[in-house]
């Protein structure tokens, strides 16, 4: 059921009531303007949280990427998370987990194509972004995690909300794991609940929806997870998650910060799983790999590892892991699906605020040709998306 990962520590909640000052008083400087929140001459779309934990972003703005890098330029800009560089680079062939992040990396190998930066400056990454001869013609910019980065005024926000630990239901930190208090959510233009199981009743939409209490210009969706063929880490052929065998031993091996999701899905297609976790964006070391060799070495036959992209990332170079556990080895990617049939209203609400604010992509291309010729198209700034105004 929902909310049913939340754990909330009581005795930490005078810490909670302090931190909550300080991010209120945060809030209100940039609420009275105190603290700038710059907007830009390019859509720029931002998905993040305000939990601390996945909500499932990086998929998320894969499906973004997917919908969009056919007609536009799409740039995709990160902090790049427990990297081993500093400033602002630009993703290329030879970048690694280390130099820009895993979560970077992991969207540069799926979409080649696609400009991929980082930058802990989000406002100096959007115009290094704008202005750099390497990624001319940038159409729109996908700002990851930045839902608390309010130095910049996104086109649309759109907030992730974890299904299984549900805003509505947690507390600040340390009791609970919000980075903020819940009326944070009144600046999403749109909000995801994500991780829904895929068995989810009619009935539970319906009190998830008027228990999210949103206003009327924010769009409310619901995501659940969609696994894709497993690939082997050192190559060969993809393998269903469902030709596993309910025989096979599998260790699944995960840094990420909810790993109870994966669990849940792959427990009716192996029924035997031994979870070995680490933190979100743990550095395997050698240490780590002969546990992991050990782990598996001590299994019953058949047996295998599955561990998710974000940490194949990381464990593709890691010395020390056995010959055996490298074959055993099958990465799990994932991607969201829309529930209620809402993927076309999703789908045409982004591509909308796109078209309207580009000038060089072919949707806006696309826009201009069906629009009169003597219309008056003089400045074309994109705004905020127009949730708010209908």
């Known amino acids: 059921m929902e909310g049913d990962f939340i754990k909330i520590n009581k005795w930490l909640l005078p810490l909670s009531w302090l931190y909550g000052l300080g991010v209120r008083v945060r ?22 949280n ?15 990427i997917g919908l969009l890098r056919n007609s536009c330029h799409v740039a995709v800009l990160s902090r790049g998370y427990k990297r081993k560089s500093r400033g602002y680079i630009v993703a290329c062939k030879d970048s690694t987990a280390r130099t820009i992040g895993d979560e970077p990396w992991q ?14 400056d989000r406002r100096h990454g959007i115009r290094r972004l704008t202005a750099d001869k390497s990624a001319a013609g940038i159409d729109v910019v996908l700002l990851d995690d930045a839902f608390q980065h309010r130095y910049v005024k996104p086109g649309i926000n759109i907030l992730l909300v974890d299904y299984h630990r549900l805003i509505i239901y947690d507390k600040l930190l340390p009791a609970g794991r919000l980075r903020e208090q819940l009326s944070g959510k009144d600046r ?7 991780k829904c199981p895929a068995d989810l009743k009619p009935m539970e939409f319906r009190v998830i929806t008027k228990a999210m209490n949103l206003y009327p210009y924010q769009h409310l969706y619901f ?12 190559g060969g052929r993809p393998r269903a998650i469902e030709a596993i065998g309910k025989e096979t031993h599998v260790l699944l091996l995960t840094g990420i910060a909810s790993p109870r999701q994966m669990m849940v899905d792959l427990a009716p297609h192996c029924p035997d799983i031994t979870p070995l976790t680490f933190a979100d964006h743990h550095t395997f070391t050698p240490a780590d790999a002969e546990l992991i060799n050990s782990r598996l070495a001590a299994m019953p036959e058949p047996r295998l590892i599955v561990t998710t992209e974000k940490d194949a990332a990381r464990l593709a ?11 055993a080895t099958y990465v799990l990617p994932v991607r969201i699906r829309f529930m209620l049939d809402q993927e076309d209203n999703f789908n045409e609400n982004i591509i909308g605020y796109v078209r309207k604010n580009s000038r060089n992509s072919i949707l ?3 826009k201009d040709d069906n629009q009169p010729k003597d219309s008056d198209n003089t400045g074309h700034r994109p705004g905020t998306i127009s949730f708010r105004n209908n």
């Not at 969609?226 to 880490?233: A, C, F, G, Q, V």
């Open 188 to 194: 999403a233009d749109i909000v995801v609940v994500t």
């Open 364 to 366: 806006a291309k696309a």
């Open 27 to 48: 809030n209100a400087l940039f609420d009275v303007g105190l603290l700038k929140s710059e907007s830009f001459d390019v859509p720029v779309i931002s998905v993040g």
């Open 317 to 327: 170079g890691l010395k020390g892991l056995s010959d055996e556990a490298r074959r």
């Open 107 to 120: 969207m540069k190998q799926k979409f080649p194509d696609v400009t991929v930066a980082v930058d802990r």
């Open 50 to 64: 305000i939990t601390v934990g996945g909500t499932g972003k990086t998929p998320h703005v894969e499906y973004l």
């Open 223 to 234: 995501t659940r997870l969609d696994y894709e063929p497993m690939r082997p880490l050192c």
